[in-house]
């Protein structure tokens, strides 16, 4: 079910940089631990980045660590991805989603909440 909106895709040149944000209207973050994912054509999907509801821990993907940063200001009930660096092959269409809980369950996890996805698309 569609819980959460992404924005802040679209076209960037090989080494530039994007933000991605993930909010909901309805409901507080607060309480939810989140997760960036990606999927390209015809590629399964990728967890990309995860956050704890506090904002204390994070995990990364290695294809994106030393690139992307994941964090969140939950006064503003949003949650970030700093993509710097970045290369043809994070093209994809990157989705949040999150389950209520304070810790990240590993990416292999079945999550409740998605958003309807935003285009990164990196070419030159």
């Known amino acids: 079910q569609l819980q959460f909106v992404e924005s802040g895709g679209g076209l960037v040149q090989p080494g530039g940089s994007l933000r991605l944000s993930c909010t909901a209207s309805k409901f507080t973050l607060v309480y939810y631990a989140i997760t960036w994912f990606r999927q390209a054509p015809g590629k399964e999907r990728e967890g990309v980045s995860c956050?704890?509801?506090?904002?204390?821990?994070?995990n990364y993907a290695d294809s994106v660590k030393g690139r992307f940063t994941i964090s969140r200001d939950n006064a503003k009930n949003t949650v970030y991805l700093q993509m710097n660096s970045l290369k043809p092959e994070d093209t994809a269409v990157y989705y949040c989603?999150?389950?209520?809980?304070?810790?990240?369950?590993?990416?292999?996890?079945?999550?409740?909440?998605w958003g309807q996805g935003t285009q990164v698309t990196v070419s030159s």
């Open positions: 989603a999150g389950i209520r809980n304070a810790n990240c369950p590993g990416f292999s996890y079945e999550y409740d909440y």
């Open positions: 956050i704890s509801s506090s904002g204390g821990s994070t």
